[in-house]
């Protein structure tokens, strides 16, 4: 339908309707006194009005401008009503989300708004309506709608409060995890199962349960089954520090953050600056669909954010009463759940799919389910992310943060997702506060699926927020977050699925190299391509393994001479992640014989799982294991250097794998090998599935730099090289002694219009780490502003 549109209409035709209006003057409904937007050089809006409610009512009418398709995919892929307008192939989609029910959460959410809040909110989604009724059904229709056949429907205030908890929701993805694991325990055993995630089990927590080797299932994962629509917003990562005025150039603090989210076009920020009167003034990161800014500074504070890893989503296995299906057992009896009947339009159907949704003590039953072809238990998932009602709220407080005390005050209500915050102000202090619900278990971890009727793992308590990690001006002088282990030291249990430390210790090494720091240096670090584990694992290789011919006797040469650079020119960095792959296979091959029974399906299914595979495309990858495959990797390494038992010849037989798949595909010279032909990015379209829309929409494909455990983030995705996981999705520093010398960049543009100059004019300084000036104040807007639009009440 979508190539026959374009046949029809005629590529140029589609591309050269208006973009939405940027200069002059325009009447809109519901905005209360005249405002301004300041486009800049790159295509951000700097907002100026005379109150509160109508700079987010302006914020509203920009996401929309540039945005707007974006916004609503997600609000449907969040709501479940994608099939809407895509037609049956998003059924199982939509089907998956209406259980889950972020729509539902969203409307309590929605009722317990203060007032004031939800005059904010309501006001942005006035605006977002001023430019739909106005523009986006007329001649600005966004050229994705055109494709479609389909118009804009109105923004709803529960609209932004459900693509906010999508986004909490794909932070948060751990409980997959729990699938994953307890699969891996029935197909390896337990010993095996839990040697493949160092830290975890040993910690204590859940007892691995007694399941015999091989054993099959009913959550097993999906082979291969294609799915039309998948996470548009998949788990991340980040990299955040700071340091005080004392290891400063500038005797103030300075701040830097990259946050780490899937590749896509348009890029999941939105960089906007808003200003009002009556004393809101800040500027940063947003996310279109979601009013106040994310990542950012105001006057007199700036903060930046990681994935704090607190495990706050748990599966339970629910018996339901044979006598009626909306009972299930607890402790002492049965207890009567909640059934909700969802009602999914179709495109090109007569009648909605009914699908009716079992809401538990614990939460929503999610089996049956397209995303869990194989699992006939009924498993109810209890998150944060549905239970909370505080959201929206605690972001517009933090914006207007002046201090330490109102900074930890509004991160006191701060419910979901789970984060890692840093901190900054014009006084040159710096602190770190950890913040969102964490959950007191009465019994566990959480780590595989829990029995919902006994009553050993419900959640009992919230940790107090006073015991949240936390710390303000540090002897050192600085202090970092990158997803490692933060709750290290408390009596209370935050999660195991912690990323590799590596990030965290290259920052570290790299502030501790210098006494002090400027925006200059904290560009170089943000750069850096060096991965401690390829650097370790290059020298226990070089070290202890005897070549079996030329080719292997000069990649071992180059590997001892190798900094651990994850460069795109260098052969090293390509043998190196060639290795940690084919090392993972030929470790799940050493344990197939000791598998009695085992079928070919799940040795494959085995093969997967250890490269990162969740149970199904739908849910996206399940990265407790791939996050850490660097580390494993160099564990297995260190075993098989000191004459380990277990590691046999998988070394020798992963390296002599290695050196053939890159022969095979670049020639027999090493020299000819690169990092770069290997590890390619394409920022993606979600409709640039298929040509001609591929070539059209889509950017790149292009070389990228770096790994999963380099400062530089570009990870690949399970089994391939290609760039398709975590990359930097807003890359911010912040000079709290000028913000006029932050500076900012994005992996894209402002724009999503494909026309627009702002469509992918960032890619180029993404690329090469370049940036540009986040300016704040009103004479450096005035230097860097492009087009001025007045608006006016209508």
Known sequence: MIVAAIAGAGVRRLWRRPLPTTRGRVALPGLREDAEI????????????????DVFFAQGYCHAQDRLWQMDVNRR??????????????????????????????????????????????SYTAGVNAFIERDARGKARPLEHRLLRTFPARWEPIDSLTVGRLIALAISPNWTSELVRERLIALLGRDAAASLEPGVWEAGGDAVPDTEPGARSASAAASGVPTAVELPIGP??????????????TGKALLANDIHLFPQLPSIMYEAHLSAATGLDVAGATVPGVAGVVIGHNARIAWGVTASMADTCDLFIERIDPESPARTQVPGGWREGVVVTEEIAVKGRRKPWIEDVL????????????????????????????????????????????????FRAALGAWATPGLSFVYADVNGSIGFQAAGTVPVRAGGEGLVPSPGWTGDHEWTAEVPFEAM??????????????????????????????????????????LDAAAKHSVESFRVVQADDLSRPARAAAGILAAHMAPSGGVQREVLARLERWDGRMTTDSVEAAVYSVLTHELARARHGQMIPSLPGITRDEEDELARIMMGHGPHPLLGPAWSHY???????????EAWANGGPASGDVVEVALARSVEALAKRFGDRPSTWSWGRLHTMTLKHALAVQPPLDRLLNVGSFPVSGNLDTVRVSASLPASHEV???????????????????????????????????????????RTMGYHQLAFSPQAVARVTAHRLRLRPG
């Open 469 to 510: 990690p936390s710390a303000f001006n540090p002897p050192a002088g600085s202090l970092v977050t990158a997803n490692h282990d933060i709750g290290r030291g408390s009596r209370h249990f935050f999660g195991r699925e912690y990323a590799s430390p590596a990030r965290h210790e290259r920052i570290t090494e790299l």
């Open 359 to 406: 809401v538990t003590s614990h939460g929503p039953v999610i089996t049956p389910t397209p995303a869990l072809p194989a699992e006939d238990r009924p498993l109810a998932l209890k998150s944060v992310v549905l239970e909370t009602t505080r959201g929206l709220a605690p972001l517009l407080q933090l914006n207007r943060a002046r201090d330490w005390g109102e």
């Open 236 to 249: 991340g990562a980040s990299n955040s520090w700071v340091v005080d005025g004392s290891r400063s150039v």
């Open 77 to 122: 892929f969040a709501s479940g009503r994608l099939a809407e307008v895509l037609g049956p192939k998003a059924l199982d989609s939509d089907r998956f989300m209406r259980k889950i029910g972020l729509h539902r959460a969203a409307r309590k959410e929605l009722g317990a708004l203060d007032a004031a809040t939800r005059a904010l909110l309501d």
């Open 724 to 766: 398709e996981g975590p990359i930097s999705a807003y890359r911010f520093i912040a000079d709290t002694s000028d913000w006029d010398n932050s500076i900012t960049c994005i992996p894209g543009g402002q724009s999503g219009h494909r026309a627009s100059p702002h469509y992918a004019d960032q890619v180029g300084d993404w």
């Open 627 to 637: 996050f850490v495959l660097g580390e494993t990797t160099l564990q297995v390494l």
């Open 38 to 53: 300041l486009r800049d050089r790159w295509g951000g809006p700097h907002i100026r009005a005379a109150n509160e409610r």
